[in-house]
Nanobody, 125 residues
Framework: QVQLVESGGGLVQAGGSLRLSCAAS????????MGWFRQAPGKGREVVAT????????LYADFVKGRFTISRDNAKKTVYLQMNSLKPEETAVYYC??????????????????WGQGTQVTVSS
């Protein structure tokens, strides 16, 4: 069992930066691949970035490439999402998720076994 708690969301102006954190409980965190997703008002949840258990492999949605960076610290049981050059249309609730497959890197919601409660990111214009 893994419990995930996101933090770091808030209000930022367009062009600004935020760093999200996702703290995990459970002894098996280091064997899970992890993902960040987001859900804007009235829209479905979509993948933002994923990272393998080791951190050596990452995948990004096209719309964040070059601006967002996913990383993890297995000793701290934490995964991060550094977001730069934020846009108003990226206002959403951001969720982290854990996949039992160490190299899952999946982009579909059903591929993930555990979810956090989400953290709100609001980008003002």
């Amino acid at each position: 069992q893994v419990q995930l708690v996101e933090s770091g969301g808030g209000l930022v102006q367009a062009g600004g930066s935020l760093r999200l954190s996702c703290a995990a409980s459970g002894r098996t965190f280091s064997s899970y691949s992890m993902g960040w997703f987001r859900q804007a008002p009235g829209k479905g949840r979509e993948v933002v970035a994923t990272i393998s258990w080791s951190g050596c492999s990452t995948l990004y949605a096209d719309f964040v490439k070059g601006r967002f960076t996913i990383s993890r610290d297995n000793a701290k049981k934490t995964v991060y999402l550094q977001m730069n050059s934020l846009k108003p249309e990226e206002t959403a609730v951001y969720y982290c998720a854990a996949d039992r497959l160490p190299n899952g890197l999946g982009y579909r919601l059903y591929e993930y076994d555990y979810w956090g409660q989400g953290t709100q990111v609001t980008v003002s214009s």
